[in-house]
C-alpha cells in the first residue's frame, strides 16, 4: 500500500467506527448547542457589546468543542485495547499521523459548521460578503489545531491525568494560531476584504506548515514503545 | 568544575551587584528604579538561553538517544522557567512606578508570558510520566514545537500592540547608551549566565544522581 493510502485507511476507520457508534460526534453536537446558551447567559442580551466580542466567543467556541474532539484522538485504540493493532500497521507511522490528523480535521469541520449556523441564527451575524474569507480563515486554523492537537494527544494518551494535561499542552503552543484567527474573523465580519488580514493569513499558513512538518517527524518517536 | 562555576558565578555576581548599586550613575528621569534594569534584561537573556538549550538538548536526544541530553534539557527547563518568572516579577516591579501599571498585554510581556505558561506545561508533562524514558522523548517532541512556536507567537503578538521600550542592547547599530550604564549591564549578564550554568550544572548531576539511586 502506498503511503497516501495507508493514511486513508486509518482515517476511514476512524470515520466509519465514528460513524456506526456516533459517540463523539452526537455529544459534541449538543455540546457545542449548550455553549451557546452559556455564551448568552454570560454576555447579555445587549447586541452592541455581543458585535465587539463575537469574533472572540466564535472562536471560544471552536476551541473548547476542538479539545473535546481532539483529546479522544487516540481513545477508540485504548478503550477498545486496539493499541498494538495500531502500531502493528505496516511502514511509516506518520502515515498514521496523517490518518488520524484527516479524520479530526472533518470531525471537526462538521461541529464548527453548526457552531457557526448557531451563531448565525441566534446572535443575528451578517455574513454576507465575509463568508468565503471565513471559510479560508476557518479552515486554516482548523487545520492548525488540528496538526498540534493530534500530535500532543497521541502524547496524552498513555499518561495519567490527560484530561487536564491536554488542554493545558495545547493551548499555550496555540496563541498564535487563536490571536490570528480571531483577529482575521475580526476584520471580516467588520466588513473588510481578505487583504485588510492579509498579514493573519500568512501566520496561519506559516503556522499550519510549521505544525504539520514537526508532527510528521517526530510522530514516530511519540507512538514507538 | 561544577564547583569552580559557582565561585565564578558568586563571584561575578557580586561584581555586578557593587556596579549596578555602587559605580552606575543614578538615571536621571527614573531615578533608582532604573537599577532594576541591570538586573531584569540579563534575567531575560538567560530564560532564552535556557529554553534555546532545551530545543537543541531535544534534538540531540531525539538523535543520539543519550540520557545526559535528556537530563540537560530537563534542568534547563526548571532553571529558564524560574528566570522567567524572576524576569516577569523584576519587570512588574520596575513597570509600576515607570509605566503605572505592573502588567499589561504589550507584545514583549505577552510573549515572554506564553513563553512562562509553556514550559511550565513541559515541566507538567514531565512530572505526569513515570517512566523516564517515554517522558524523556515526549519533553523532547514538546521542546522542539514550543521552540519552533516561539517565532509565530513573536509575530502575532507583535502585531496585536507593543508599548515595551525597543532593545537597548540587541539592535542594528549596537548599544548607543553610556558606557556607565553597559559596563554593570554587561557585567551583569555575563554574572547571570554563568550563574545559569551552575544552576544547569548542579540540577542535571542531581537528575543522574536520582536515577542512579532509583536504579
Known amino acids: 500500500m502506498t503511503f497516501a493510502r495507508r493514511a486513508l485507511v486509518v482515517a476511514w476507520k476512524d470515520l466509519l467506527v465514528e460513524r456506526r457508534s456516533k459517540e463523539t460526534l452526537n455529544a459534541l453536537l449538543f455540546f457545542s448547542l449548550l455553549l451557546l446558551f452559556v455564551f448568552q447567559f454570560a454576555l447579555g442580551p445587549d447586541r452592541e457589546r455581543l458585535a465587539g466580542v463575537l469574533p472572540g466567543v466564535l472562536w471560544l467556541g471552536f476551541i473548547l468543542s476542538a479539545l473535546l474532539a481532539l483529546g479522544r484522538t487516540f481513545l477508540i485504540e485504548r478503550e477498545h485495547d486496539c493499541w498494538e493493532g495500531l502500531l502493528l500497521a505496516p511502514g511509516d507511522k506518520s502515515a498514521i499521523y496523517l490518518g488520524k490528523l484527516g479524520a479530526n480535521l472533518l470531525l471537526m469541520t462538521v461541529v464548527e459548521t453548526l457552531v457557526l449556523a448557531l451563531f448565525v441564527v441566534f446572535f443575528d451575524i451578517d455574513l454576507g460578503r465575509a463568508f468565503p474569507g471565513l471559510v479560508l480563515v476557518v479552515a486554516l486554523g482548523t487545520v492548525g489545531l488540528g496538526a498540534v492537537g493530534t500530535l500532543f494527544a497521541a502524547m496524552t494518551a498513555h499518561i495519567r491525568a490527560r484530561e487536564v494535561l491536554f488542554p493545558v499542552l495545547l493551548l499555550p503552543v496555540q496563541i498564535p494560531v487563536l490571536l490570528a484567527t480571531v483577529k482575521a474573523t475580526e476584520a471580516l465580519l467588520l466588513g473588510e476584504p481578505l487583504g485588510a488580514a492579509a498579514h493573519w493569513v500568512k501566520l496561519l499558513a506559516a503556522a499550519d506548515v510549521v505544525y504539520v512538518a514537526v508532527a510528521l517527524l517526530t510522530f514516530d518517536v511519540v507512538l514507538e514503545g | ?215
Not at chain 2, 528566570?83 to 514583549?108: N, Q, Y
Open chain 2, 1 to 215: 568544575m561544577v564547583r569552580v562555576l559557582g565561585w565564578l558565578s558568586a563571584f561575578a555576581l557580586a561584581a555586578g551587584v557593587v556596579l549596578a548599586f555602587g559605580v552606575a550613575p543614578r538615571e536621571v528621569s527614573q531615578g533608582n528604579v532604573q537599577r532594576i534594569m541591570y538586573v531584569h534584561p540579563p534575567l531575560a537573556w538567560v530564560a532564552y538561553v535556557a529554553f534555546a538549550v532545551v530545543a537543541a538538548a531535544s534534538v540531540v536526544y531525539l538523535v543520539r538517544r543519550r540520557p545526559g541530553a535528556d537530563r540537560l534539557a530537563h534542568a534547563s527547563a526548571e532553571v529558564g522557567v524560574v528566570f522567567t518568572g524572576l524576569a516577569i516579577a523584576t519587570g512588574s516591579i520596575w513597570g509600576k512606578p515607570t509605566w503605572g501599571t505592573w502588567w499589561t498585554w504589550d507584545a514583549r510581556l505577552t510573549s515572554v508570558a506564553i513563553l512562562f505558561v509553556m514550559y511550565v506545561g513541559y515541566l507538567l508533562l514531565r512530572a505526569t510520566i513515570d517512566d523516564r524514558e517515554r517522558a524523556a522523548r515526549y519533553c523532547a517532541v514538546l521542546g522542539i514545537v514550543a521552540a519552533l512556536d516561539m517565532p509565530l507567537v513573536h509575530f502575532s503578538v507583535y502585531w496585536l500592540r507593543t508599548l515595551h521600550q525597543p532593545p537597548s542592547l540587541l539592535k542594528p547599530g549596537g548599544f548607543t547608551g553610556s558606557g556607565a550604564i553597559l559596563t554593570p549591564l554587561l557585567v551583569n549578564v555575563a554574572a547571570f549566565t554563568l550563574l545559569y550554568a551552575y544552576l544547569v550544572a548542579k540540577r542535571a548531576r542531581l537528575l543522574r544522581a536520582e536515577r542512579g539511586a532509583l536504579a
